[in-house]
């Protein structure tokens, strides 16, 4: 799976989106992340899944409710304090869709997962990840 930890920036795939996203000037790649999850109801890929939960801390942090994931990110957060995006607040409600759509029955990234002894700590860090979007 290429992952480190249960955190959504704790894997290959999700650095690289990271590294993508801060090298450019606005928050699309947000929303081409979280709509790819939406996209169609076959088997959720898991590599746009880790694309989507990576997307959605960011979408957390621009909703002034960053997840501790966010601190361990310095380049991110000089990203965000330097172009100061406005949340897209109407993009909240496909995130929690997208939350909803990863940790189905049809998702790759939950299969995995439910594989390892860490799978309910995963659980249970989407969920807050989920929670900052609602709070």
Known sequence: MGAWGIGSFDNDNACDWLLDLIDGEDLAPLRVAITQVLADDDYLDSDVAVEALAAIEVLAATLGRPTAAITDEDDLRAWLARLQPQADT????????????????????????????DYDDWRADVGRLRSHLTA
């Open 90 to 117: 109407a993009l909240v409600r496909e995130a929690l869709r997208a939350i909803d759509r990863i940790l189905a029955p049809e998702s790759e990234l939950r299969e995995l997962w439910e594989e390892t002894e």
